[in-house]
């Protein structure tokens, strides 16, 4: 027996490892349950009782020894590979790269701009996607019998009672941030909306909006108009010109269209701005006194100005995109291409 643990002790002894699975090997064949120090330990029963001192001393010897020289070679074989000095390592090889996402284009325009409007004072507020009647359409001048509610192809979400609707625009924030806020108000409100439409290149029944409303003492159509201005120089480009034309909304009076100069072919006439050199980017007018009463706001004491674009439309403009249901397929080809932008 004695010998035996002798053998064992001075293979152990002269064992050396040059990589990690070889050292495992080594444990598992000596150390593991099933090992042969283990198997030592068991035959010790059979050991003669005036032999069994020295047996027992030589057999712990050799467990701690080993377990030395497994702590030993587990150390250098560490360090070895922390500094790149393990031979099978080829540090010419490329690395592997692991695929990164990317945001959506429709999240990277939004965060462009909430950020040009963050930089003159407005904050950001959110509301329900499903909204009662009030905040979507009767706050907002839209009567019961008002044409422009079959304008906007509402989702009703309880079919028999027409009060709770997906709300058709984000205009329902202002009214919210209205009835919670007394002037001065200068917020931007992005979110999704939804309207009963057929999907197609230029259409979709989900789509994004941001809504802006400024309210205070001594708002004018010339704060609207400079607003705007800045927006669209700093969104697309300094040499951006704008041009409004008179339109109509319940909320608003007066109410106006903004078109920017087309800034694919600089105002010249190009298919994206069918030939006209102007393209149309958002909906904004004065908001209706009647609108500011509605949400409890003194339309003697204060006038202000609101505006809503659509952020596919701006996005696509923006990076020349022809097709509205790319946003939503979730096509890596497609999505990859955003890598660059923030
Ligand atoms: N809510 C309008 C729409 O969805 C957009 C809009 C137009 C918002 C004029 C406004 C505004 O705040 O003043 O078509």
Request: net charge negative.
């Amino acid at each position: 027996m004695k010998d035996k643990i002798q053998d064992v002790l001075n293979t152990v002894e002269n064992f050396t490892a040059d990589t990690v699975e070889e050292l495992e090997s080594f444990r598992i064949k000596y150390m593991s349950k099933k090992g042969i120090i283990p198997a030592l330990f068991g035959e010790f029963k059979n050991v003669a009782p005036e032999a069994r001192k020295e047996v027992g001393m030589a057999l712990n010897e050799l467990k701690n020894k080993t377990q030395e020289k497994l702590n030993v070679l587990r150390r250098q074989l560490t360090e070895k590979t922390a500094s790149g000095e393990q031979q099978d390592m080829d540090l010419t090889l490329p690395v592997n790269f692991s695929r990164q996402g990317t945001r959506h284009p429709l999240s990277v325009v939004r965060r462009q701009i909430l950020d040009i409007f963050a930089r003159i004072g407005f904050t950001v507020s959110e509301g329900p996607e499903i909204e009662d009647d009030w905040h979507n359409f009767s706050a907002l001048n839209f009567r019961e019998e008002h044409p422009a509610r079959d304008m906007q192809d509402t989702f009703f979400v309880d079919d028999k009672d027409e009060k709770i609707v997906l709300r058709t625009h984000t205009s329902s924030v202002q009214v919210r941030v209205m009835e919670h806020q007394q002037p001065p108000i200068r917020t931007v409100s992005p979110g999704r909306v939804f309207r009963n439409e057929a999907i197609s290149a230029r259409a979709h029944c989900i789509f994004h909006q941001i809504e802006g409303l400024y309210v205070d003492h001594n708002v004018s159509f010339a704060d609207l108009k400079q607003t705007l201005y800045y927006f669209a120089r700093e969104f697309f480009g300094e040499h951006t010109k704008i041009r409004f034309r008179p339109s109509y909304f319940p909320f608003t009076e007066p109410s106006a269209e903004m078109d920017i100069s087309c800034n694919i072919c600089g105002g010249k006439g190009c298919n994206i701005c069918k030939y006209t050199g102007w393209v149309e980017i958002l909906g904004c007018g004065m908001v209706d006194p009647q609108v500011l009463d509605n949400c409890n706001i003194n339309s003697e004491v204060y006038t202000g100005f609101a505006f809503g674009m659509g952020i596919e439309r701006i996005t696509m403009l923006k990076y020349q995109i022809n097709d509205l249901r790319l946003f939503f397929e979730n096509d890596l080809r497609f999505l990859d291409q955003f890598h660059a932008a923030y």
